[in-house]
């Protein structure tokens, strides 16, 4: 009896079940039919396309959920009746920045002269080890406000490059693209694939495995090489990232390049002296990371090879200085010397980049940002380096092309951001003035719009 009360019971439940599948379902998918993708015509004076320099004047811009649906000029909109207008007035619309290299997990006060010391006796900045052993929660939390930050000053992209504890970016990207945060989109690394020589030198050697593998993957022989990949891919990563330097060898590193691409993922590779440039370049890197001490045989084989070239001018023109001044005290003597090695690095750097323009390389640009910044957001912080690269001598339009149609492609995602046409995503930012003309305007992005929603409007009411 009991059995058969039972199933009778389940036997109720399933019909019940079948009854709401064949009522609500067709209910269901006509209220999905009738409610077409939100649509959003964004209005504004201009309009650049920093694929050709082109200004399109007046500007709109029909988007359809989260994606450009049709670019022209208002009267050429076919705009259905009731949809959202948000008009810029007399604005200049760029599609959305892209910071092809930062670190949303490291908020480093400029260390101290005590521990700078400490930094050149073993090669481990204080700063980024308390990073590591703080808790993984309090700096997920950290990175969640520091991605807020960027994408409120137009970066809608970020490639995040390491120093995210195991999980920490991968996890935040997930969480921002289900919506939890608001945040730019992140191409997340995982872990920076090192050799045993870098970053670790003066750990407790009790310790120093288990502090390591918090933030690193090691290289140690090509078969180490691959499975740190695979580990990083374990993770779900979009993007591998490699330190070289001298202690890296190029079947190592080829080795790791080999399984990413297996896995069609590409390899930015953080190369500064020549030696390690050499390597990255002869194992087939996609993107080499600062690259300051470059030769132009180096770059002329990059052009060849297509690999690209990611400028990272932080500490551009005493940069350093600037973040250093409020937090510490700088003795005189120190102050004159450190002053003059950012003249020194601003000649340098300033040749670097013509010799990059001159070289056909490809190139982007990335802020490195990873440092405290007292007075800016890090969102401002970041554009402040984008606007370096002016400062720099690279003309406008080629530093807005590299942190958009530049930037897209060495992310490999070209077909997706990096211009506003139709099928891209809805990344907008808008200025008030004329970037082509001040290029500090980056610094000072009025609206922002990510896959069609708006994320800031400082220019008017709508
Ligand atoms: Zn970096």
Redesign the pocket.
């Known amino acids: 009896m009991m059995t058969r009360r039972v199933s009778n019971w389940l036997l109720f439940l399933r019909l019940k079940a079948v009854l709401a599948a064949l009522f609500l379902l067709p209910a269901l998918a006509a209220q999905v039919a009738q409610s077409p993708p939100t649509a959003t015509v964004v209005k504004a004076g201009r309009l650049l396309d920093p694929r050709t320099g082109n200004v399109l004047s007046p500007a709109a811009v029909l988007i359809e959920g989260d994606k450009i649906k049709q670019v022209g000029l208002p009267s050429q909109i076919n705009a259905l009746a009731g949809v959202t207008v948000i008009d810029l007035g007399s604005a200049t619309l760029l599609p959305g920045l892209i910071d092809g ?3 949303l997990f490291l908020n480093i006060i400029v260390p101290n002269e005590v521990e700078q010391d400490r930094h050149a006796n073993g090669l481990f900045a204080p700063g980024m080890l308390l990073a590591i052993v703080e808790s993984p929660s309090k700096r997920v939390l950290m990175a969640a406000q520091l991605a807020r930050e960027d994408l409120e000053s137009g970066i809608t992209t970020v490639r995040n ?3 995210s504890g195991i999980d920490g970016d991968t996890e935040l990207r997930d969480a921002i693209n289900a919506g939890h945060l608001p945040g730019p989109r992140i191409l997340a690394s995982g872990r920076k694939l090192i050799t045993l020589g870098m970053y670790v030198q003066n750990l407790n050697p009790a310790l120093a495995d288990v502090i390591v593998q918090q933030e690193f993957l090691l290289i140690a022989g090509v078969d180490r090489a691959r499975e740190a990949v695979r580990q990083n891919e374990f993770q779900n990563v979009d993007v591998i990232k490699v330190s070289a330097d001298e202690n890296l060898t190029v079947p190592e590193l080829a080795s790791a390049i080999e399984e990413a691409h297996r896995q069609h993922l590409k390899v930015a590779v ?1 190369a500064v002296d020549k030696t390690s440039i050499q390597t990255a370049i002869d194992a087939g890197a996609d993107s080499i ?2 690259g300051n001490d470059v030769t132009d045989e180096q770059l002329k084989q990059m052009r060849d090879k297509g690999i690209f070239f990611d400028l ?1 001018p932080t500490f551009y023109g005493g940069g350093y200085l600037k973040i250093a001044e409020p937090i510490i005290v700088i003795p005189p003597a120190n102050r004159a010397a450190t002053a003059k090695s950012a003249e020194r690095g601003k000649q340098k750097y300033d040749a670097l980049v013509q010799r990059v323009l001159k070289s056909g390389v490809k190139f982007s640009t ?1 802020s ?1 940002m ?1 440092w405290f910044y007292p007075g800016k957001t890090r969102g401002q912080a970041s554009t402040l380096t984008f606007v370096h690269l002016g400062e720099a001598g690279m003309g406008a339009l080629d530093v807005i092309q590299a942190v958009t149609i530049n930037g897209a492609e060495m992310l490999g995602w070209g077909d997706r951001i990096g211009a506003v046409e139709p099928g891209k995503f809805a990344d907008l930012v808008a200025v008030s003035g004329d970037p082509l003309t001040d290029i500090t305007e980056l610094e000072r992005v009025r609206f922002v719009m990510k896959g069609g929603e708006v994320v800031r409007n400082d220019l008017v009411a709508h």
């Open positions: 290299h930062t670190h490059l390491g120093h953080h990371e600062h990272t990335g490195d990873c």
